[in-house]
């Protein structure tokens, strides 16, 4: 799993990607040819000025955009998700940008009005890496420790595994699951009142196990 910024940035107050978001998503494509596609996540941050529910909502859109850019270049729809954090996850620091409302706070808050990209698939960290651009920053790289379609497909080699790593969830509920990653992760969510990111991470830290303990000793 690769997660990307993939300088996607907007104007203050937009949510058209500006020339240079659309040359850096360009870039982003076509490394990311070569690569057998799982889900790409778009997932849209706004800067806090404005009001939290304004904010959400343009967050949205951002992510959408990038979405719409996405799939106008081939990519499948169905292959990219998009979703808006507001402004939960800033880039800046607190107190690195000043109060009030001007060109210098808003300049100052550029890098929080952004778009991230996560993408699940798989191909060679040499191919990803090689004359990546300075503001497509890495954020998180981590490879598949086991291909989620194995999981799936062995489910009941898995399920013991998985009772026992999160025992709240009732042998039916995961009877019902059969190993789908996205519906076990918004069940570990729910039952453990914790954030979809959260969720995911316990799963992939699982997946990682599950690796492990395949392994011949």
């Not at 081939?74 to 939960?88: F, L, Q, S």
């Not at 778009?115 to 191919?127: D, F, S």
């Not at 898995?158 to 995961?174: E, I, N, V």
């Amino acid at each position: 799993k690769v997660v990307f910024d993939a300088g996607a940035l907007f104007d203050f107050d937009a949510y058209q990607l500006r020339p240079e978001g659309r040359a850096t998503l360009d870039d982003f494509l076509g490394r990311l040819k070569g690569t057998s596609l799982g889900m790409i996540r778009a997932v849209g941050h706004a800067d806090r000025l404005g009001s939290e529910g304004y904010n959400q909502i343009l967050s949205e859109d951002r992510a959408e955009a990038v979405k719409a850019y996405l799939v106008s270049k081939g990519i499948e729809p169905d292959r990219v998700r998009a979703e808006g954090r507001g402004t939960r996850q800033p880039v800046t620091k607190p107190g690195e940008c000043a109060d009030g409302k001007n060109a210098k706070v808003i300049a100052c808050l550029q890098s929080d009005r952004r778009v991230g990209i996560e993408v699940a698939g798989t191909r060679a960290l040499t191919n990803w890496m090689a004359g990546i651009r300075p503001e497509m920053i890495v954020k998180h790289l981590e490879e598949k420790q086991m291909n989620w379609d194995q999981i799936e497909s062995d489910w009941k080699q898995f399920r013991g595994s998985a009772k026992q790593q999160w025992g709240t969830l009732s042998d039916d509920l995961l009877d019902m699951i059969t190993g789908k990653c996205d519906q076990l992760a918004c069940k570990i969510q729910e039952a453990y009142g914790i954030t979809k990111d959260q969720a995911e991470q316990q799963l992939s830290d699982w997946q990682g196990r599950q690796k492990e303990m395949a392994q011949p000793k």
